[in-house]
């Protein structure tokens, strides 16, 4: 240091980004876009008269949405869900054109961009149509619309009693479908299931009466694998196209998200020394602890500290300690660990390792949340 500024040995790289490809990352996310071909390909065998609309919402729930949905349209998957107008337009960006069905978006949001690239929109309320009669205008587009009706979540969805005035306001405009989502189609037999069917029907029957012709979707992945008869026109399915099924069925659905990391020190310590904040863990006898680069800032769940284990050189190893933000340590005995080695923090079991879903059982979430939630910047992501 002169003249109390820092001098860089090596000069900054031009463009900043949190990965160097060059170097072995922290942590990275795998995803295996043949087992979510294989996944797609499956779901849409099952329910062989119905289109299958791949829900890539939330950034593909934390697969890298493009990636997805573009493998997704090439397994035999017609449509894509998105969330937000916004990640519509993401995969229109992408060069993607298959039909795309947006159906939730902040009261601000530019429609008219979302209608000029062709993004089919849903309504659930009259003040909904005439946002987008608006940007409609605007954009010198015709809105293709679906319409919801609220069978029984009380989300967003038209209730029963303003529904025949939304349709006959909606009429004039080109109606694709009649659309709804279940509560409970992952608890098989649940009652309510019938009851939002029978909602279902009775609210298309009133769209029939005012001379549409929509088509009609209402099952998500559990509802497709456990529900032929609410397969209807399209059927949607999110969390089984990632290989995890949501009940207890065993149709051969292969995870998609693996999660590794490194070994990046191994360290020989002496019984009676403990680990990682809070020392809530103490070596029983001499031990080797091989340190992971991957905490909670990564996607590791504190809440898993004590109860979380690895796959290590072939054997499920215990996570000595709790998880910090930015590491784990590894209990492994008296085992020979390379620096460099593969940590396989969850996969898809085969080998042993454990799965997004047993992460999620023991932090008292669902598979879902997990996923989702690696979607991190610190996270690699890469495709095979
Ligand atoms: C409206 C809608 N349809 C379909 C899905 C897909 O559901 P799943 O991931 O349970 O298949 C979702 C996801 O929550 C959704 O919000």
Redesign the pocket.
């Given at each position: 240091m002169r003249s109390g500024r820092c001098e860089l040995r090596h000069s900054p790289p031009e463009r900043l980004t949190w990965h160097d490809e060059r170097v072995m990352a922290r942590s990275e996310v795998v995803v295996d876009l043949g087992a979510l071909r294989h996944n797609v390909a499956l779901l849409a065998g099952l329910a062989p008269s119905s289109e299958t609309m791949a829900?890539v919402?939330a950034d593909g729930y934390g697969h890298g949405a493009v990636q997805v949905a573009r493998a997704a349209l090439e397994a035999g998957a017609t449509w894509l869900?998105s969330?937000s107008t916004q990640e519509a337009l993401a995969l229109r960006a992408a060069g993607i054109q298959a039909p795309i069905l947006a159906?939730l978006d902040a009261p601000d949001e530019d429609l008219a961009a979302g209608l000029a690239a062709d993004v089919e929109m849903s309504i659930a309320s009259l003040s909904d149509l005439r946002r987008i009669e608006q940007a409609a205008d605007e954009a010198d587009a015709r809105p293709r619309l679906h319409l919801k009706i609220d069978t029984g979540l009380s989300r967003n969805g038209c209730q029963p009693h303003d529904w025949p005035a939304l349709v006959e306001a909606a009429r004039k405009h080109e109606v694709v479908a009649v659309w709804s989502?279940l509560a409970s189609a992952d608890e098989i037999g649940d009652p309510s299931i019938d009851l939002q069917a029978k909602r279902f029907d009775d609210a298309y029957e009133v769209a029939r009466s005012f001379g549409v012709d929509p088509k009609r979707h209402i099952a998500?992945?559990?509802a497709l694998l456990t529900r032929p008869d609410l397969h209807f026109d399209i059927v949607?399915?999110?969390?089984?196209i990632y290989g995890l099924n949501?009940v207890p069925t065993d149709h051969d659905l292969r995870p998609v998200m693996s999660y590794r990391s490194h070994v990046a020190l191994t360290k020989r310590i002496p019984a009676g020394e403990s680990v990682s904040y809070g020392m809530t863990w103490t070596a029983q006898k001499d031990t080797t602890l091989a340190l992971v680069p991957a905490g909670y800032a990564d996607g590791v769940p504190r809440a898993l500290s004590g109860r979380m284990e690895v796959l290590l050189d072939g054997k499920r190893r215990p996570v000595a300690g709790r998880v910090c933000m930015d590491q784990i340590v590894v209990d492994c005995g008296d085992d020979e660990i390379a620096e460099g080695a593969e940590v396989v923090l969850f996969g898809d079991g085969r080998r042993g390792e454990p799965t997004a879903t047993e992460w999620a059982e023991l932090t008292g979430t669902i598979d879902?949340e997990i996923v989702c939630g690696m979607y991190r910047p610190r996270v690699r992501r890469i495709y095979t």
């Open positions: 829900v919402k869900g969330c159906w989502h998500n992945s559990a949607r399915p999110g969390i089984a949501p879902y």
